[in-house]
Every structure is written in C-alpha cells, then in structure tokens.
C-alpha cells in the first residue's frame, strides 16, 4: 500500500500540500511512482493522524481528497483507499472512485461510517486506537498490550457484522504508534502472529515511524533500514498488507519475505 498524504503536515514530510499549489498533480505525480514501484493499493489521507495533529472539517478534508481520487480512479486499475474516520468523507471518497475506507478509529465504531461502507460496498481497514491523534501518546499504559487490542478488535469486528458488512471485507490493524509507546510498537512486531486468531486479513504501517528513530536514533527521513527491518519482520509473522512511503525497496522486501515463506524443500 502506498501513501499518498493530501496534507502539509504530515510526520513523514511528504505532504502533497506542503509548498505546493498543485496538490493534485503532485498526489498523480507520487501515485504514478508507487504504481511503478510496485505498489498493489494506493491510500489517500487528507488530515494527519501524526501524534498532536489537529483536527480539520470534513468539507476541508473533501476539497483535499476528492479531486485526488477522482483523478487517480480514472488513471490507475488499482484498489483506492480513502483513509478517514469521517463518515461523509469516506462517502464522498467511496462515490469518487475509492473502494477501501482506512479507518484509524477502527476501534470507536462509527455506526454512521460503518453503514456508508456497507451501503457502498466497500472494504474497511479496522485500526486499534486508544484516545485521538491529539490526546492518544499521553498517559499511555495497557496491562495487557496484546490481549486489550485483540479484544478492541475482536468487538470492532462483530459491529462491522451486526451492521451487515461481509467477514470478508473486513481487514484489521492493530495500530503501531497510535497510542503506544516504543516498546509497545516492538512488542506488537514481536507477537504480530496471535492476532491470526481474528481470522482476517491484517495490514502493518509502520514506515518511518517514530519507534524506529527512537532505537535507531534517526530521524524521520533516515529510517529507510529500520522500516524494512519492520516490514519482514511483520510479513514472517503473517502481515498481508504493508503500508508505506518507499515502495520500490519494499516491495524487494516483501517478495523475498514471501519467497521464504512459501519455501518449499526440494525432492531429494
């Protein structure tokens, strides 16, 4: 999955709108090198979910994304994903050529967003997320890191269905850097396989994180290495999807770690 932010301030510094007027042309720009690189989704997020960011109105986060996606629908037979907690964003988006909403309140279950994807048809991305993106790195503490998000998701999972959205367009995430600390991102890493028993497909987004800076002690564009670490690491131990700024070096990755995975031993 390659990122696609329709903002000036995202973490990563790759905004479309940071010193530019043509957002759009820049979002078609970066698409067309993710879609060249490899990438199999493209995930568009018109407000930033960086820790502290502030929120903004659904008709501004509309004017970002729309023209975007609109575009990008036309140009590219790719799955599109809108990424938005908003209910009439994610309709807007859905109506515009999207088909997947990335929804990083996955686990606050708006009843209004989860009906707009079932009446669309279309797929949600379930995060685990303790508080906002403003509030959510304070006062961080769980007594039972994997348990507590397996259980968020697990009742985000039976909302979707009581609502009517089919199992098999539900995908989770449990939510690295979304409040949590750095060990807790490395614990996630460490026992990504015992959220297998949700049975649905599950997305990592760990890419240039600032977990990886704090162990590596980088900033936030020399933390290529680090992410590729977390991108095998997380695929041998069952990410389906993985969602990231650098697509071309990881996708190498993401086919190696795919070829050790389905090894099989030659015929002696």
Request: glycine share 8%; net charge neutral.
């Amino acid at each position: 999955m390659g990122i696609i932010n329709v903002t000036p301030d995202s973490f990563s510094q790759d905004g479309c709108l940071k010193n530019s007027r043509d957002f759009v042309k820049k979002a078609i720009a970066l698409a067309s090198r993710h879609v060249r690189e490899g990438a199999d989704i493209l995930d568009v997020g018109g407000e930033s979910s960086r820790p502290g960011a502030r929120r903004i109105s659904a008709q501004e986060e509309i004017d970002r994304v729309i023209p975007v996606i609109h575009h990008l629908s036309k140009r590219f037979f790719l799955p599109i994903s809108i990424d938005t907690y908003k209910a009439s964003v994610a309709h807007e988006a859905l109506n515009a050529g999207a088909t997947i909403v990335n929804n990083i309140r996955g686990t606050d279950g708006d009843e209004k967003l989860l009906k707009v994807v079932k009446e669309l048809d279309a797929a949600i991305i379930l995060m685990h997320i303790r508080g906002t993106p403003r509030t959510m790195q304070k006062n961080i503490y769980y007594k039972d890191l994997i348990g507590e998000v397996v259980f968020s998701l697990q009742k985000s999972l039976e909302k979707c269905l009581e609502i009517g959205i089919k199992s098999d367009k539900i995908i989770i995430d449990p939510g690295i850097g979304f409040g949590k600390s750095a060990d807790h991102n490395l614990e996630i890493l460490n026992r990504l396989d015992e959220l297998k028993l949700l049975h649905r497909p599950l997305m990592i987004g760990t890419s240039r994180k600032s977990f990886i800076g704090e162990v590596l002690d980088t900033d936030v564009n020399q933390r290529l290495y680090g992410t590729l670490a977390t991108v095998c690491a997380s695929i041998l131990k069952g990410a389906h999807i993985v969602r990231v700024h650098d697509v071309k070096p990881t996708k190498e990755v993401a086919l190696m770690a795919d070829a050790i995975l389905h090894q099989s031993s030659a015929p002696e």
